[in-house]
């Protein structure tokens, strides 16, 4: 009987202990989002009140439990974000009057809720010389060399370099909404510009905020596709595409990736509002672009032509990362690396077949049994996109030849007094040139 | 200071107005009298040379965040707004305002809203204790001037527009005038982000692709503690910056965007159109134009256009179509 209940107790103790499902994500995060969350924070500590004993305003900012967070970017340029893995933090980080400040911030941020996630971050970059991610206790910190160097101050980031980016991937649990943000609680140190080569000392500031982050991983993009727009028409072909996406990113094939990327803001826009909400249109299409961010990242340390692999590129010289012709799903053929480290499929054979559902190599599109050459804006049974020219009024389409739609005949109709209408041949636009303004 | 040089349709009525506001006489050389001076130099003018009919909407996340954003902007700029910024009950004090936040405070709502015509307009319309030290506090938070004609529409439920005023377009819920809270926005509203308000105002300088800083009263009211008896109301002044979102700005950003000469006069003969359409009061078909000017651009956006122009371009234009499909009979004919 012992043994049983020793057994049943290891196996609650381990139920309790099994962390809630975590998915790993990628974030990024631009020195703006860093500089501006100085303020969105120190707006945070003053609008939580009672919460942020002893908080005090001091030019460009706030001072709260001996810490001040004022001027950063311009006075105080940045030298590190440290990405931390909660409240708990400060205890390690804040070591001042006995654990009072500490315990005083863990209270403060612990409203502020923050995502809680478990380091190590991996994969963590810069797009920013000079600059290098390290693992610290507990978080990863980005930092350049001139933040403790007198002698220079290369690599300290102010406004104008608020597109660069801090890149990580961590174990984050899922988001209730689809799209939704995560907030991570950071520490940023800046310091003023030396002059005089280090001769006159320079400034130092440290100062604890958070940022919020919405992840850049395709997964995202799936799941707003999927939860956001209502009909299923629209939803089941978008989610078609994601899987598309999702393949070529896999494969590295940015190229068709990029393509497939164009194709889902395209459709999303020609049918919205009718098919699809503009609120939900709007919130694909930002899904979009951030997967597309995540893309165009390139760290500072990447070199296309070195003969390695690195984030951003698909392939590097003779390194293809493992890919073959044959591995990506062609029938044979000799896979490439081109100059600018993106694969080079022109080698590979594929049988491509036109109506299986499936986009392959010189097709534009192919929706199996739904291909047409009626439907307004359908994929053709040439697997090439519906076009100007091609007979069929397609959505943004005024007219073709001679054929104005069911509501237009004439000048008339479009408030003109008389004249000619016709059809641009090239946009497929009504072109009424010969129209009659009247008096 | 170019908004000085354009308050032409302000007569000597606001002037004196403003004097009365400022009721200590200022120093020769000091920044009011520097001010004044600009004003009443401003004031001797006429029409703004550059002045540009722009549209703006406002979705309720944007006014349920809007006090925080506006918090954390003045706390950034704390160095040179001095005295005009302060903390006062927990909240940050902005000339003699509060702005508390919503998102902090669950149960406070807002109830009333209004778009101010800026650093001189502002003061005219809001209460008095309101509006003392507001002409220079929006002024150094560089806030928009607008003028007249303006006007304001919405499609939020439960909420009208205000019968238009010189200096303000505002929008109120139903009750308001009861103190029945219905429809109010508060910290549950943050994630909606369907724009409700649309104003159109006579900005005196064009932004351009930049956002327009624009003071907005925001009432805010606690629930009720007695029944039949409004909550307390507390109404204060911020700046929100916003994109105007028409065919403007579409051309600015087709403007300030790298493009080949094919691709730039296709997107200006598309946004030709819709102004055409958008001219003869067609506005649903204008919306149809500023779509195809989307797609197009979604089109490009991997060999001619920089995904970060094409996003621009894309988000601006789904916001304009947005902006003329907005009451429910435009809504439909766009549909």
């Not at chain 1, 020793?6 to 809630?20: N, S």
């Not at chain 2, 006014?63 to 940050?92: H, N, Q, Y």
């Not at chain 2, 500023?290 to 970060?308: D, G, W």
Request: aromatic fraction near 6%; charge should be negative; charged fraction near 20%.
């Amino acid at each position: 009987m012992q043994l049983i209940a020793c057994i049943a107790a290891i196996v609650t103790v381990l139920a309790i202990a099994q962390p809630a499902r975590a998915d790993l994500m990628t974030f990024q995060m631009t020195v703006g989002d860093a500089l501006a969350s100085v303020g969105e924070t120190n707006a945070f500590l003053v609008s939580i009140g009672k919460n942020a004993r002893g908080l005090k305003l001091v030019p460009g900012g706030t001072k709260f439990a001996g810490i001040t967070c004022a001027g950063f970017g311009d006075v105080y340029k940045l030298g590190s974000v440290t990405v931390l893995d909660g409240p708990a933090a400060f205890a390690e980080r804040v070591t001042t009057k006995k654990g009072k400040d500490a315990a005083l911030l863990a209270t403060a941020f612990g409203l502020a809720g923050l995502t809680p996630w478990v380091p190590p971050a991996t994969e963590a970059e810069s797009d920013r010389q000079l600059w290098a991610a390290t693992q610290v206790s507990p978080g990863v910190k980005f930092a350049t060399e001139s933040l403790d160097n007198t002698g220079t101050n290369d690599g300290l980031l102010d406004a104008s370099s608020s597109a660069g980016i801090f890149r990580f991937r961590a174990q984050v649990p899922p988001t209730a909404a689809a799209g939704a943000s995560y907030r991570f609680l950071v520490e940023l140190v800046g310091r003023t510009a030396s002059v005089d080569s280090g001769l006159v000392a320079f400034g130092r500031q440290r100062c604890f905020t958070f940022v919020d982050l919405v992840p850049v991983d395709v997964s995202v993009l799936d799941r707003l596709v999927n939860e956001s727009l209502e009909d299923a028409q629209v939803r089941n072909g978008l989610a078609s595409r994601v899987a598309l996406l999702k393949t070529a990113l896999l494969r590295r094939d940015f190229v068709t990736a990029l393509d497939i990327m164009a194709y889902i803001v395209g459709h999303l826009i020609a049918r919205s509002p009718e098919h699809a909400i503009p609120a939900a249109a709007r919130r694909v299409v930002t899904g979009v672009f951030d997967v597309r961010r995540g893309l165009d990242f390139r760290p500072a340390t990447a070199e296309c032509g070195n003969g390695t692999r690195e984030t951003g590129e698909a392939c590097d010289g003779t390194d293809l990362g493992g890919f073959t012709c044959a591995g990506l799903g062609y029938a044979s053929g000799t896979l490439t690396c081109e100059p600018s480290c993106l694969l080079n499929f022109g080698n590979c054979v594929a049988l491509p077949v036109c109506g299986n559902g499936v986009i392959e190599i010189n097709e534009e599109c192919d929706d199996g049994a739904q291909n047409s050459n009626t439907a307004p804006d359908g994929c053709r049974t040439s697997c090439k996109r519906s076009f100007c020219g091609d007979g069929v009024i397609d959505i943004f389409e005024d007219c073709e030849g001679s054929d104005f739609g069911d509501d237009v005949r004439n000048c008339k109709d479009l408030g003109y007094e008389g004249g000619t209408l016709k059809c641009d041949p090239e946009y497929c636009e009504y072109d009424d040139e010969r129209c009659d303004e009247g008096d | 200071m170019a908004w000085m040089l354009n308050m032409g349709s302000y007569g000597a009525g606001s002037l004196v107005l403003l004097l009365l506001i400022l009721r200590r006489v200022p120093r020769l050389i000091s920044p009011t009298f520097l001010l004044l001076t600009g004003l009443i130099v401003g004031g001797l003018g006429s029409v703004p040379a550059n002045a540009a009919q722009r549209t703006f909407v406002l979705a309720p996340s944007d006014l349920v965040s809007a006090p925080d954003l506006f918090g954390a902007k003045a706390l950034s700029r704390s160095a040179t707004l001095g005295r005009a910024i302060g903390l006062k009950r927990g909240a940050i004090r902005f000339a003699k305002g509060v702005c508390p936040s919503l998102l902090a405070d669950p149960t406070r709502r807002i109830t009333r809203v209004r778009l101010l015509g800026g650093p001189v307009g502002a003061p005219l319309v809001v209460g008095r204790s309101l509006a003392t030290g507001l002409t220079s506090a929006l002024t150094l938070m560089n806030t928009a001037t607008w003028l007249a004609p303006a006007s304001g529409t919405t499609r939020q439920s439960s909420w009208i527009s205000e019968a238009p005023v010189s200096d303000a377009v505002g929008f109120a819920t139903t009750g308001f005038a009861t103190g029945d809270q219905t429809g109010a926005l508060g910290g549950s509203n943050a994630v909606d982000a369907s724009p409700g308000f649309r104003m159109v105002v006579n900005l005196a300088s064009d932004p351009g692709i930049d956002r327009a800083e624009l003071a907005v009263a925001v009432t805010t009211e606690l629930p009720s503690k007695k029944l039949g008896k409004p909550g307390k109301r507390t109404e204060c002044i911020l700046v929100a910056s916003l994109e105007p979102v028409d065919l403007e700005a579409l051309r600015d950003l087709v403007a300030a965007t790298p493009l080949g000469t094919v691709t730039r006069n296709r997107l200006n003969f598309i946004l030709d159109t819709a102004q055409t359409f958008l001219d003869r009061g067609k506005g649903p078909r204008a919306a149809r134009n500023i779509r195809t000017f989307a797609l197009e651009v979604a089109q490009r956006s991997e060999t001619e256009i920089a995904p970060s122009f094409a996003e621009a371009m894309i988000n601006r234009a789904n916001a304009a179509a947005e902006a003329l499909c907005f009451t429910a009979a435009e809504k439909l004919a766009c549909n």
